[in-house]
Nanobody
Framework: QVQLVESGGGLVQPGGSLRLSCAAS????????MSWYRQAPGKGRELVAV????????MYVDSVKGRFTVSRDNAKNTFYLQMSMLTYDDTAVYFC?????????WGQGTQVTVSS
């Protein structure tokens, strides 16, 4: 059974940092492309970052380039989103997504709130 569980969200001041984790079970992250999305209040879900199945390629939405880094730890079967220089516009629920044997799986989301 494929399952994704996000953690690491919380309240942070502008300019601060957080690291989100997405713990996977039921499949190996080392062979899967993984993505982070976010959904701000009143807005649609937005793709934030992608890491390829081999881990050699990453992609970021322009608004987070240079501030966010996606990575994975195959031994822990977990992938991460390191976020720095956070702004109010980064406030959202963050979701991880995996495509496993043609089916799409989502985590439950973790809230990130940037506020002074």
């Amino acid at each position: 059974q494929v399952q994704l569980v996000e953690s690491g969200g919380g309240l942070v001041q502008p300019g601060g940092s957080l690291r989100l984790s997405c713990a996977a079970s039921g499949f190996s992250v080392s062979g899967s492309a993984m993505s982070w999305y976010r959904q701000a209040p009143g807005k649609g879900r937005e793709l934030v970052a992608v890491i390829s199945s081999a881990g050699s390629r990453t992609m970021y939405v322009d608004s987070v380039k240079g501030r966010f880094t996606v990575s994975r730890d195959n031994a822990k079967n977990t992938f991460y989103l390191q976020m720095s220089m956070l702004t109010y516009d980064d406030t959202a629920v963050y979701f991880c997504k995996a495509i496993v044997t043609g089916s799409t799986y989502w985590g439950q989301g973790t809230q990130v709130t940037v506020s002074s």
